[in-house]
């Protein structure tokens, strides 16, 4: 059964850190497009950070609200993809989805994290 299983969101203060997981099950996060977005109430789900498969270069994008902070990477032992937060701000409050692009479009079901004091 294929399925994406985030964890590692919680509650931080301001200029904390957190390491979201993504752990795939069923399929192989090497050969996919593998991408971190984030939602919060009334607005679209933005995307953060994305990876390319191993075979298009495991190349890195991010979006420029994240830049310098936010690194995403990819574990191909584990199948599992992490989004490293650096310098939180509360404004990264979301909760954050998983997602697996290829010829599929797979989804988790989200992590909130919280930035406050």
């Known amino acids: 059964q294929v399925q994406l299983v985030e964890s590692g969101g919680g509650l931080v203060q301001p200029g904390g850190s957190l390491r979201l997981s993504c752990a795939a099950f069923?399929?192989?996060?090497?050969?996919?497009?593998m991408s971190w977005y984030r939602q919060t109430p009334g607005k679209e789900r933005e995307l953060v950070a994305t990876i390319t498969s191993a075979s298009a270069g495991g190349n890195t994008n991010y979006a420029d609200s994240v830049k310098g902070r936010f690194t995403i990477s990819r574990d191909n032992a584990k199948n599992t993809v992490y989004l490293q937060m650096n310098s939180l701000k509360p404004e990264d409050t979301a909760v954050y989805y998983c997602?697996?692009?290829?010829?599929?479009?797979?989804w988790g079901q989200g992590t909130q994290v919280t930035v406050s004091l």
């Open positions: 997602n697996a692009l290829w010829y599929q479009d797979y």
């Open positions: 069923g399929f192989t996060v090497s050969r996919y497009v």
